[in-house]
């Protein structure tokens, strides 16, 4: 019992050291390679892992979808993952994730599960920043470290294949909704960041319907270097940052630097710390909103409500 207690502390902590663990997968042959790819998901989005139970077709379904499974008395989708992907089992569908994700339980059909590996974020690169990105994957991960021949897995883009396979209006963006124009100090403007084309997608809209300037970045690493460049400048001509920067709306899982680790940064820094923070993710629960206060960020949102995210940013915006 102790040592599962320690394995639980350690976990938990992982966040305040720009560490995570990654769940790696099978979904069968590629169907342009040829090849079963490694692929992975955050642990932190899995609520279990079981054998493939019997699923309930459900009939006009959409694509994609096997049905829907009873698990502890709830209702839950099961999407096939290895066609959403382009792969085909070689064993069958014999392992099902089940995930929690914005707002949302879900679960996703898998060949086989292989690991569970702790990673630094600096092992993970942006997949558009490497120039590999497609619209399902957010990122690679060199799960041996900077190596040559080291072995890759990629993340893929919750967000965007839930997005991509059951589209919700929940999603969306209403001018209506969302209410009238960001107050931002005259000369400032947002600096948001966000790995997901999905989320930047969305994010931009909203800052777009609520009239607030905004510089968009795609991972904690790529923020973390414009908020010190724009440090710089400000102070080169006698401003500050916060005459710059209004407010930094982060997501917490980025290659290369995650949004704890940003947050923490911006909250240390003299120059940087009178910026207010708002952590906009996926990961909801009170172990991770336990986290973001315990980083100093000044407010929380899981995604994606656009009224919840524009009533957030209000709240925290300097008066």
Request: charged letters at 25%; glycine letters at 6%.
């Amino acid at each position: 019992m102790k040592a599962v207690q320690q394995e639980i502390d350690e976990r938990t902590n992982l966040t305040g050291t720009n560490k995570f663990e990654l769940l790696l997968f099978r979904l069968g042959i590629d169907d342009n390679l040829g090849k079963s790819e490694l692929f992975g998901i955050n642990v932190f989005k899995i609520r279990e892992i079981v054998a493939m139970p019997s699923i309930t077709p459900i009939a006009g379904a959409t694509p994609h979808s096997l049905g829907v499974v009873n698990l502890r008395g709830q209702i839950i989708p099961v999407l096939d993952l290895p066609s959403i992907v382009g792969c085909k089992p070689q064993t069958g569908l014999n392992i099902m994730l089940v995930t929690e994700y914005a707002r949302t339980t879900q679960a996703f059909a898998v060949e086989s599960v292989e690991d569970i590996v702790r990673l630094d974020w600096k092992q993970v690169l942006s997949a558009e920043a490497s120039g590999t990105g497609g619209q399902l994957v957010t990122s690679i991960a060199r799960l041996d470290g900077n190596t040559d021949g080291s072995r890759l897995a990629q993340v893929l883009d919750v967000e965007a294949i839930l997005q991509m396979v059951s589209p919700s209006d929940e999603h969306k963006v209403d001018p209506e909704k969302v209410g009238p124009r960001l107050k931002l100090k005259p000369g400032t403007m947002i600096l948001a960041a966000d790995d997901s084309f999905v989320a930047r997608s969305l994010i931009e809209k909203e800052l777009q319907a609520l009239h607030a300037p905004y510089e968009m970045t795609k991972s904690g690493k790529e923020a973390w270097d414009r908020l010190n460049a724009i440090a710089r400048a400000a102070e080169a001509d006698g401003k500050t940052a916060a005459d710059r920067v209004a407010l930094v709306l982060t997501d917490l899982e980025m290659p290369e630097m995650d949004g704890f680790t940003l947050t923490r940064n911006i909250k240390q820094d003299a120059r940087l710390n009178k910026i207010p923070v708002v952590i906009h993710s996926s990961l909801s629960g009170s172990a991770n909103e336990d986290h973001v206060r315990s980083v100093g960020a000044d407010g929380y949102v899981a995604k994606f409500v656009a009224e919840d995210l524009a009533e957030t940013m209000r709240r925290v915006l300097p008066k």
